[in-house]
């Protein structure tokens, strides 16, 4: 069979495909361990004992109705405080922090709760600081 440009071209194009379509569908497949998983998810299931260890003693612990409560606070450094009005940052604004609740039922943690100030904060940065030795 004699092979014309249009001949190569096509077969080009099928060779192509067979190389490029499995690293094609494989970018698209992700395995569990390809996930990012955050350390609040990462806490769920954990015990006292073994929160304690990765994030250190919290602020305060209360228990109530059979639940144990942790408190945990951190602030962001004084170069990362807000000015209202401004992108950039000025002593006198509000300095950015995460208070993080841990809830515990049974020595397991069931619900973990995050408050940032200020609220216009969208992220949850220092919070994940907090419990980033907690990894999964």
């Not at 190569?8 to 099928?14: A, E, K, P, S, T």
């Not at 990012?36 to 109705?65: N, Y």
């Amino acid at each position: 069979m004699r092979l014309t440009c249009r001949n190569d071209r096509w077969w080009l194009l099928i060779m192509m495909l067979a190389i490029l379509s499995p690293i094609a569908i494989s970018g698209c497949a992700g395995t569990p361990s390809s996930r990012h998983v955050t350390a609040k998810q990462a806490l769920l299931g954990k015990t006292e004992s073994e929160v304690l260890s990765c994030a250190g003693a919290p602020r305060t612990v209360s228990s109530q109705d059979g639940l144990r409560v942790l408190h945990y606070y951190k602030e962001g450094g004084l170069l990362e405080e807000s000015f209202p009005g401004t992108k950039g940052s000025r002593p006198e604004g509000v300095r950015h922090a995460c208070a993080a609740i841990v809830t515990l039922e049974n020595d397991r943690v069931t619900r973990v709760q995050y408050q940032v100030t200020p609220e216009s904060t969208a992220t949850h940065e220092h919070c994940e600081e907090i419990f980033q030795r907690c990894g999964p």
